[in-house]
């Protein structure tokens, strides 16, 4: 009997391809993805990318907030991602201070590029932040950013805020995202950026756009896996939808665990390994012999 063939290998987003979606009106899904299980999971669901954040912080370390994040701990999540998400496009997100000058930027981004084979990196930040991504740039790093709420400013909005809600803080925003453009970034962020004004500012742009708390007129989105599927629950963020509650699973899980262990029902004979009767006797035999000694 013939054997059955084996399903297509996932082929990885290009940059180009990721370019190109917004011509042709292509939504790019995307998602932060923070371990090897995740990871896996994002490319059984046929995700375009995999967003390696350092909300990872908050989310697997119990920080209250991204700026603990460090470079060794997003290259080592980064590096797990790859391995759970080998034919998945990976954006390594570059932590707080870790690009405050060109040579620490280069520097970082290059061992996000070599040490966790990620695809392409993504500092924050717009007009202020346009000759650091240029240099990325032009060093052949593929770098994207993040404006709007910008968490590693966080203390400077007074905690997050929604973004662009007047006329000039809009523009700003509109001006932030054609610096990003024109430093030559494959494509650009919002977060927590009114609907309307993400719309408008993503006509505007060549590159694409993904929102997160932006709306739907971006040309792609992105939600964090672990709120959308209910396994982070200190929070939920307005903008996050939940399409699963792994928590309550998991929780209803270990608790009729707990209730079998005490019952003294798990393990029963179904999860244990058994012996030989022959070997077992003898070692019965041997066991009573060595009291006797």
């Known amino acids: 009997m013939a054997e059955a063939a084996k399903p297509a290998e996932r082929k990885k987003r290009t ?107 993504k500092p924050q930040g717009g007009k202020s932040q346009a000759h650091i991504l240029k240099a990325l740039v032009d060093a052949g790093i593929p770098t994207a950013s993040h404006i709007g709420l910008t968490p590693h400013t966080i203390a400077m909005f007074g905690g997050f805020r929604i973004q662009g809600r007047t006329a000039e803080a809009a523009m700003k925003i509109l001006e932030d995202a054609f610096a990003i453009q024109d430093a030559g970034c494959f494509m650009l962020e919002f977060e927590a950026v009114p609907a309307k004004i993400a719309t408008v500012i993503s006509r505007q742009l060549e590159i694409p756009t993904i929102g997160i708390g932006a709306g739907a007129g971006t040309d792609g989105q992105i939600l964090l896996s672990y ?52 070997e077992y006797e003898k070692f019965l035999g041997l066991v009573e012999k060595r009291r006797h000694v």
């Open 15 to 121: 940059i180009t391809e990721i370019r190109d979606s917004k011509k042709a009106g292509e939504k790019i899904v995307y998602t932060s993805v923070l371990d090897y299980t995740s990871a896996k999971w994002a490319e059984a669901a046929a995700v375009d990318v995999c967003v390696v954040g350092d909300s990872l912080a908050m989310t697997c370390h119990g920080y209250p907030s991204t700026v603990p994040a460090t470079m060794e701990m997003m290259v080592m999540h980064s590096a797990a991602v790859r391995r759970g998400a080998p034919n998945t496009f990976v954006l390594g997100c570059m932590p707080y201070q870790s690009y405050h000058t060109i040579e620490r930027a280069l520097t970082n981004a290059t061992r996000f590029m070599q040490e966790a084979s990620c695809d392409a990196v």
């Open 227 to 278: 709120d959308l599927l209910g396994v982070f629950t200190d929070f939920k963020p307005k903008f996050t939808k939940r399409y699963a509650n792994v928590t309550e699973v998991a929780v209803a899980g270990l608790k009729a665990y707990v209730a079998d262990v005490k019952a003294g029902t798990f393990p029963d004979d179904v999860h244990s390994y058994g012996v030989d009767d022959k």
